[in-house]
């Protein structure tokens, strides 16, 4: 061999045998694991994904440092499956959270008996299992109580969080805005499994969480290993305040929020020198919610948003970090979803991986061995009903789609800011029982990202036929759950405390109870 060959063979084996002493292409074995959770955060609303305004944050530093995936999906379009589903690694219709009464509705309210079952297996459940220390704060929706106002049976103490800090079993949606009158049977914060305040005040509630986080990481020991769950509260709908700083107002205001949780938090491993012994993980629950005009989520140029199947609300920003195992700056392309988390957890901790799941292992992909996540196939429902698939670069439709028409978003949001939706035509919000497609739609998402123009079938012969393989093969094997969701009494909807009309340390104007049901 001439010494023209030689040298760049030698050269390639001193480079793969200088990455792979700081662990790059090796899996860590049992790191400590942080994820971060967005609320309704578009795929467009930081700056390396594409926003043009909105301040370089410290999730922005993760991505330089770090892997940033450009196709990442979440099971559905909105929270409550979709973080049943990342908690599980499976679809949340095997899991039952759909109703039977009311095709669109997905999720818990204040007066479900319904939760999270307890005979799913998950995460935290599984690291627990593996020895590691679990906990959480931030927000849950999946199911507070189902006997009374106070027995707590689906908050996340009993789902494998050994220490739950501050919480909140529902959303901070704009009936806790404390600039009208929040409504009592809506916004309550909990610790752990107890109520502090009802209705609770937005001020300065993120900075207590992550001052809660990182006395968590604090009390750990380097001979335990632990894992962090930090569900943001923000943003889903825009309420804090606090900051005012954002070029981009008061949404970018709140994405700086979560930034600021995120570096503080980041800045306390490296403190403690275990910045290269943990894994953290950035994702989001939905896309963004065009609903919400600018106090919503920007999705870029992907069609439709929250409560829909198409791009716009199924393919959310995930950044995967950990320094001296990721090499920086690396940007993947391959096809993977928030259920992924748990094989990809489970490999990491040395747990078994369940074999009832829908998950792969994303191992090889995060640390550089493989650009395969090991789907074929996703499958996207909303409810019960089976709306999507995506195969390859293709997305395929079964059912009609829905939309915001321009005409809609410009009666919903005059000036930019929401009104009232009641009043407005043009807009199917995330319907599940939308019509059944005569035949599949079709669009090649790397020429056509915004599903704009649909393919002629009659030229998609074998890729086509590859497809409807993979939904054979799904069918066989999917079994729908039990619905969750219509179990409902008034009975259950919390109160500290009903001598004060369910008022806890709370002074300003609130609402008795919003709900018609009650």
């Known amino acids: 061999m001439s010494q023209l060959y030689i040298f760049p063979v030698v050269f390639y084996f001193i480079v793969n045998i200088l990455l792979r002493a700081d662990g790059y292409g090796t899996t860590p074995e049992r790191p400590n694991i942080i994820v971060f959770l967005g609320d309704d955060m578009g795929y467009a609303d930081l700056k390396s994904y594409g926003h043009p305004v909105q301040e370089f944050t410290a999730m922005d530093r993760m991505v330089t440092e770090g892997l940033m995936f450009s196709d990442f999906y979440v099971a559905e379009s909105v929270c409550t499956p979709s973080r049943a589903a990342m908690l599980t690694g499976r679809l949340p219709a095997r899991i039952g959270i759909f109703s039977e009464e009311t095709a669109s509705l997905r999720f818990f309210n204040s007066y479900s008996r319904g939760g999270l079952p307890a005979e799913e297996y998950t ?17 849950w929706h999946l199911g507070i109580n189902k006997y009374n ?48 305040q009802q209705p609770f005040v937005y001020a300065n509630l993120t900075q207590k969480m992550t001052n809660q986080a990182i006395g968590f ?14 569900a943001y509260i923000e943003t889903h709908v825009a309420l804090s305040r606090e900051t005012n700083t954002s070029a981009r107002g008061i949404y970018g205001d709140n994405v700086n929020l979560i930034s600021s949780s995120v570096g503080q938090i980041i800045a306390t491993l490296e403190e403690l020198g275990i910045d290269n012994n943990t894994f ?40 995967a970090w950990m320094p001296g195992w990721i090499q920086s700056g690396r940007r993947s392309t391959t ?15 040395g747990a078994p991986v369940p074999t009832n799941i829908d998950g792969r292992s994303l191992t090889d992909v995060i640390f550089g061995n493989s650009e395969q996540s090991g789907h074929t196939a996703l499958f996207f429902y909303c409810g019960k009903f089976l709306h999507a698939m995506r195969y390859q670069n293709y ?40 019509e059944l497609l005569d035949e599949p739609l079709v669009y090649n998402l790397q020429w056509d990202p915004r599903e704009m123009y649909a393919l002629n079938l009659t030229r998609l012969g074998d890729m086509m036929a590859e497809a409807l393989d993979e939904l054979a093969l799904h069918e066989s094997t999917f079994d729908l759950g039990a619905a969750l969701i219509d179990d409902s009494s008034c009975d259950v909807i919390p109160c500290c ?7 806890c340390n709370y002074d300003g104007v609130a609402t008795k109870f919003a709900h018609l049901l009650c």
């Open 123 to 139: 995460i935290p459940e599984m690291l627990s299992d593996a020895d590691y220390a679990t906990g959480m704060v931030g927000k």
């Open 149 to 196: 106002r106070t027995d707590g049976t689906h908050l996340p103490t009993h789902h494998g969080f050994q220490w739950v800090g501050y919480n909140l079993p529902l959303s901070d949606d704009e009936t806790c805005d404390e600039q009208g009158a929040p409504d009592l049977d809506e916004c309550f914060l909990y610790d752990n499994t107890e109520i502090i």
């Open 217 to 230: 990481i604090k009390q750990q020991t380097k001979e335990t290993p632990f894992f962090l769950y930090f």
């Open 280 to 319: 953290v993980f950035f994702g989001n629950d939905n896309g963004g919610d065009a609903r919400r005009c600018l106090y919503g989520g920007d999705n870029g140029l992907f069609k439709g948003g929250k409560a829909f199947v198409t791009e716009g609300g199924v393919r959310v920003p995930a950044i």
């Open 335 to 349: 096809m993977a979803s928030l259920m992924d988390l748990l094989p990809t957890f489970a490999e990491m901790a």
């Open 395 to 434: 997305k395929i439709y079964f059912r009609d789609t829905g939309t915001y028409s321009q005409d809609y978003l410009s009666c919903a949001c005059p000036d930019g800011y929401q009104a009232t939706l009641s009043t407005c035509t043009g807009g199917v919000t995330g319907q599940c029982d939308l």
């Open 497 to 503: 405390d009903p001598e004060n009309e369910c008022r």
